[in-house]
């Protein structure tokens, strides 16, 4: 189906960059439009054990399929809703949907938090909300930050993340390696595990310089006892390089695109 090749379907939508404004806040309305009708959707993403092999986790991404342009990419509609403010409501439903369709798979389940929803004061209390009318289980639960962040208020972002992990959820730095924050806020801040950027795992195989590079951002990971998730693994080689530089999780489409709730089965049901 359309919805499902994603970013590579022929009716994805990309608006350029001398796009008029005009066109810009129409999509914006739409949105608006999506939000309150709710055809914003949630795609689930494999993440496996680097070990093992078995399917550890999912990562919960947004998915809006817009009735005349088809699927708009999140790093076309996410900026927007940034923009707009529209991005609170979004957040939450991703959450609640993602809590909801994944409790009965045993999975971790991890979700992108925008940084409006993080500055957010009504952040704490609506995850918490979350958690009970779903039943899922806290720790079962990862909220994705990215660098950016934390170049603000490095102090500040630190208690915000204290007070959510104190309701036992855990919290990721996504893209690590992109941004510009410098190594030392990972000395200020309690967070669980690293996400590569895949920009640092897709040359792998054609420069071997690379490999030491992973192999020391893995170290320093491990030195601040973070976790590590490598992101955007496409083959085989990449797959094994990770594994032996220390990656203990693994993710990208040699283990599975974004697919529906309804790949992943209850852990009742599986083998
Ligand atoms: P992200 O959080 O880093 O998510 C990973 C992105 O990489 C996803 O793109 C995923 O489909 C893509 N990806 C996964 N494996 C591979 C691979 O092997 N190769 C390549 N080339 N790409 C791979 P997607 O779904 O288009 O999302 C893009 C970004 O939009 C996300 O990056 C995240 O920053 C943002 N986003 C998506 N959903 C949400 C959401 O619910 N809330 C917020 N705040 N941001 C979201
Ligand atoms: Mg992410
Ligand atoms: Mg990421
Ligand atoms: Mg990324």
Not at 143 to 169: C, F, K, Y
Not at 258 to 270: G, K, N
């Amino acid at each position: 189906a359309a919805k499902d090749a994603g970013r590579h379907c022929a009716r994805v939508y990309h608006p350029s960059l001398d796009e008029s404004h005009e066109r810009r806040q129409r999509l914006e309305q739409d949105l608006k439009r999506a939000v309150e009708d709710e055809e914003i959707y949630v795609r689930y993403q494999p993440i496996v054990d680097a070990q093992s092999g078995e399917v550890v986790a999912v990562e919960a991404l947004a998915r809006w399929s817009h009735p005349v342009h088809g699927d708009v990419p999140p790093d076309v509609f996410i900026p927007i809703a940034e923009i707009s403010g529209l991005i609170n409501a979004i957040g939450r439903q991703v959450l609640l949907h993602a809590c909801r369709e994944m409790r009965e798979t045993g999975l971790d389940l991890a979700v992108n938090l925008s940084p409006a929803q993080f500055w957010d004061g009504n952040l704490y209390d609506e995850v918490q909300q979350v958690l009970e009318r779903t039943g899922f289980p806290p720790e079962r639960l990862e909220l994705e930050i990215t660098e950016s962040l934390l170049l603000r208020r490095p102090q500040v972002a630190a208690a915000v993340i204290d007070r959510l992990r104190s309701l036992g959820i855990r919290m990721a730095l996504d893209d690590f390696g992109t941004g510009f924050a410098s190594i030392a806020y990972l000395q200020q801040l309690t967070i669980d595990r690293l996400k590569i950027d895949r920009s640092f795992l897709a040359p792998l195989e054609s420069q071997p310089d690379m490999r030491e590079v992973l192999i020391s951002i893995v170290g320093l990971a491990k030195a601040y006892h973070l976790e590590v998730c490598a992101e955007g693994i496409e083959t085989p080689g990449q797959a094994q390089l990770a594994r032996i530089a220390g990656c203990g999780r693994l993710q990208g489409w040699l283990f599975g695109r974004p697919q529906a709730a309804s790949a992943f089965q209850p852990v009742a049901l599986r083998a």
